[in-house]
């Protein structure tokens, strides 16, 4: 299970967390501007926006689970078992396997508007990147500096909903998660009132009250309400440190900590990382599970002109500052 989410401040941010119970070996990858980009039913892009991301790269082709491009446009996948479906080949539409889904939209567009004017052509195939990486099961949150969508591959077809809430999760599909968003119209971060009886007087007896009933278990469902509430209500400053600060805050109110989800034969689902990356400046941000440090890798310090990718492996280390003491 999976969040992703956007975030507004003076710069937009986009990122999200990785829910696993394993890693492939992924890397933040920058791909330049004249890396060749092959499709499997469509001419290679030999010329495009640059990208940045979280990717596992094999045979030099990087397999991006989220991204930005040079032009601010973000897109992550996400896991949508038991509802993304995956054609067969369409002879007038844009046939692109799902790996390739991020690179084809993120290469071209820059903004949300000029992806939706590409989606309204493709046609996502049942086409996989090999044998040992068969098809996943995904959906996709793709947004701008001005808005969010999600895009939905199921059984009628490939479904493109506005996304107001600047969140995704996985199951259910889109259109459910904002419904069941109604359950909990009654939250809020201010105080609680009596509205219960007034025959009795009821008295908080803690600050927090206005929201109980949010969920805190890890379904994806709880974790869509939680993650909008705290997302929806989020409050910081504007400098890029407070910013990501508090992205990184939104996320982990619904980050996975080992042992809440158990998969049997002693495997547990954790947040392997969390990214935020600024999409103004090109920045991406991230953090792992056993290190909290935040680690950046800025997509415009390099030469984007190239071809060849670049690959920075996760720092994954706890890395603990400790005082100088004892030299009094
Ligand atoms: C598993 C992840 C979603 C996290 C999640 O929701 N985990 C709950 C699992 S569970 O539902 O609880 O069991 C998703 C998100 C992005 C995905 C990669 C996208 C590129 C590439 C596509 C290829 O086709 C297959 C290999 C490939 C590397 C993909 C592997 C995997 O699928 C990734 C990491």
């Not at 890397?27 to 890396?35: D, K, L, Q, Y």
């Not at 201010?190 to 009933?213: D, T, V």
């Amino acid at each position: 299970m999976c969040t992703a989410i956007t975030y507004s401040t003076q710069d937009h941010y986009f990122g999200r967390n990785l829910d696993l119970e394993f890693s492939y070996h992924e890397e933040v990858t920058i791909t330049p501007r004249n890396f060749p980009f092959a499709f499997r039913c469509k001419n290679t892009i030999g010329q495009h926006y640059a990208l940045i991301g979280m990717a596992f790269v094999v045979d030099n082709y990087p397999l991006y689970y989220d991204a930005i491009n040079e032009k601010g446009l973000g897109m992550a996948g996400l896991n949508f078992p038991g509802n993304a479906d995956y054609k067969n080949e369409c002879p007038d539409a844009d046939n692109i396997a799902p790996f390739e889904f991020i690179p084809w939209i993120l290469c071209q567009c820059a903004s949300v508007a000029e992806a939706r004017e590409l989606l309204s052509r493709i046609n996502l195939v049942d086409i996989n990147f090999s044998s040992e990486l068969p098809l996943s099961p995904l959906h996709w949150m793709i947004a701008d500096q001005k808005e969010a969508i999600v895009v939905e591959p199921v059984k009628e077809g490939l479904k493109v909903h506005d996304n107001p809430v600047g969140v995704m999760t996985n199951n259910p599909p889109f259109d459910k998660q904002l419904f069941f968003l109604s359950n909990y119209m009654n939250l809020s971060p201010e105080p609680a009132r009596n509205a219960f009886a007034k025959e009795i007087g009821l008295e908080e007896y803690s600050r927090g009250m206005g929201a109980i009933g949010l969920p805190g278990d890890l379904s994806s469902a709880s974790r869509f309400a939680k993650a909008a509430f705290t997302r929806m209500n989020a409050v910081s400053g504007s400098s890029e440190a407070e910013s990501v600060s508090q992205f990184f805050h939104i996320l982990g109110s619904v980050e996975q900590q080992r042992g809440c989800v158990h998969l049997g034969n002693h495997k547990y689902e954790i947040t392997i990382y969390s990214s935020c990356c600024n999409m103004d400046k090109g920045i991406y941000y991230y953090r792992t599970y056993e290190n909290p440090q935040v680690t950046a890798v800025k997509l415009f310090a390099e030469d984007l002109s190239g071809k060849e990718l670049f690959r920075y492996p996760l720092r994954k280390e706890m890395q603990i500052l400790y005082e100088e003491q004892g030299k009094a």
